[in-house]
């Protein structure tokens, strides 16, 4: 700018000169001198270059400088660029790396783990609710809960209520003698997501282990009840059975006509009561000592046989039959394997079945000698047993109480007698053995036990 400046007060200062440029350049005659002007012209010309130069160099430095700045400026900032490039790329793998290490612990989880949004849509679904269902995330993302799992046991209305009130809440489901989940309803904990997480627990082995030990509780505590009450038992059988015997020796000794033998009769059958008495005692304590928590393998027909010999000293009407009165028919089939079973507790089982069995032909004698039909066979993978008789048959409610446990209730409907019941026996099986027990019966066909012993290895 001061340049222009210049010039332009040059140009003002120098506008007289404009009449007569040559001027300056003519002699005394008046002749003008063109040697003056060319060197003159020159002069300026290299004046001129010179000036134009010496700003063509400071431009050059100038722009040299720039470059050198605007190069600074690029390796700076490419140098941040590489470092929040660096920075960005480390974070994103961190990121995958969280993300893959929470899918990870998701899917490991034990139980299933179902995510929903606010329409209750599947969000999440783990690798054991696909294992439980069977059916991938990628088939039921998006869809209903309900729909992509029909089973569960929730309603619409308990997840809404968690989805409004903000609460977790607890929940138990047990299918009986199946299994058993502990559920879980929390919502997520977030201003932007609104959704629920469902955690569903299969606690069934912690269930079972839990009845088990009420179980086994329950057992102790009966066997010490059935231990003492044998005990308090025995005490005045065997003095009974003492006096007894006294009496007898002191009624052959001594002569009392016929009133003699009419004694000896009443004596013995106060001896057979008190014998029978002592095997009912003896009972208690093989059923006090009759779980055990291994099983053992064991002949189901030996065990069988042992039943009956019990039976036949425990099962006696003085007055009307005896169980060794009854005929006993045996179907035992050939080569059967032997049961990994608790042995002393199906001697109860089979047993108590005797004594069913004996029961009902005392009350129903007829002009047919008693008799009860035993059969043990294989079906495929378990081995059968049957024990059948012809005495007083079941209603259809006897049918289903039989096997239920004795409740007093204040219903005026008469229940099945408490002494008659086989409700242990069908829980021995059922529980300690995983098999089954049924009955049928009916008046023209009589009544038929049915147990099912699975094969173990």
Same mark, same amino acid.
């Given at each position: ?8 007060? /040059? ?6 000169? *404009? ?14 001198? *063109?040697? @003056? ?18 700003? /063509?160099? $400071? ?14 400026? #690029? ?20 990121? =995958?790396? $969280? ?19 606010? !329409? ?29 799992? +029909? ?8 997840? $809404? ?14 299918? +009986? ?82 009133? #003699? ?9 106060? =001896? ?12 208690? &304590? ?23 010999? /019990? ?20 179907? @035992? ?11 002393? !507790? ?15 032909? #005392?009350?129903? $004698? ?17 081995? *059968? ?22 409740? &007093? ?49």
């Amino acid at each position: 700018m001061k340049r222009v400046v210049a010039l332009i007060g /040059l140009w003002g200062l120098s506008q007289n000169a *404009w009449a007569d440029v040559f001027a300056v350049f003519r002699d005394e005659e008046g002749r003008t001198n *063109w040697q @003056y002007i060319a060197n003159t012209s020159a002069s300026l010309l290299i004046l001129i270059l010179l000036v134009v130069l010496v700003f /063509l160099i $400071r431009a050059h430095l100038r722009a040299r400088r720039s470059n050198r700045a605007l190069t600074e400026i #690029k390796a700076t900032l490419e140098e941040r660029v590489a470092q929040r490039t660096q920075v960005l790329e480390e974070t994103a793998e961190e990121l =995958r790396q $969280r993300e893959a290490y929470v899918s990870r612990v998701v899917n490991s989880m034990p139980v299933m783990l179902i995510g929903l949004n606010e !329409e209750l849509q599947v969000t999440q679904w783990n690798r054991t609710a696909e294992e439980a269902t069977g059916r991938p995330f990628e088939d039921v993302k998006g869809e209903n809960l309900w729909a992509a799992y +029909p089973d569960i046991a929730l309603s619409e209305d308990q997840v $809404r209520e968690v989805l409004r009130t903000g609460e977790a809440r607890q929940l138990k489901h047990t299918q +009986p003698d199946q299994h058993s989940f502990d559920i879980t309803l929390s919502r997520l904990k977030g201003q932007d997501d609104i959704g629920i997480v469902i955690l569903i627990s299969d606690i069934t082995k912690q269930v079972n282990a839990e009845n088990k030990l009420a179980e086994r509780d329950k057992l102790s505590a009966l066997g010490e009840l059935a231990s003492a009450m044998a005990h308090d038992i025995s005490l005045p059988i065997n003095s009974i059975l003492q006096r007894v015997s006294s009496s007898q020796q002191r009624i052959r000794a001594v002569e009392m006509g016929d009133e #003699k033998q009419t004694l000896l009769q009443e004596a013995e059958m106060v =001896r057979l009561n008190a014998e029978q008495a002592t095997a009912i005692a003896q009972n208690l &304590l093989d059923l006090a000592r009759s779980h055990s928590h291994e099983k053992s393998a064991a002949d189901i027909p030996a065990l069988m046989d042992s039943s009956i010999e /019990l039976a036949g000293r425990l099962f006696v009407d003085a007055e009307r039959m005896a169980f060794r009165d009854i005929e006993i028919r045996r179907h @035992y089939a050939s080569s059967l394997p032997q049961v990994a079973c608790h042995p002393d !507790e199906l001697v109860q089982v089979f047993t108590r079945l005797l004594r069913s069995a004996f029961h009902a032909l #005392k009350q129903n $004698r007829g002009d047919d000698a008693a008799r009860i039909d035993i059969e043990i066979g294989l079906f495929v993978d378990s081995l *059968w047993i049957k024990v059948a008789h012809r005495g007083r048959s079941l209603g259809p409610e006897e049918q289903l109480e039989i096997f239920e446990p004795y409740f &007093l209730s204040d219903s005026s409907r008469d229940q099945y007698p408490i002494e008659h019941r086989l409700s242990y026996p069908h829980f021995i099986i059922t529980e300690h053995h995983q098999g089954h027990m049924s009955v049928t019966s009916d008046e023209r066909l009589g009544t038929c036990f049915n147990i099912q012993l699975p094969l173990e290895e």
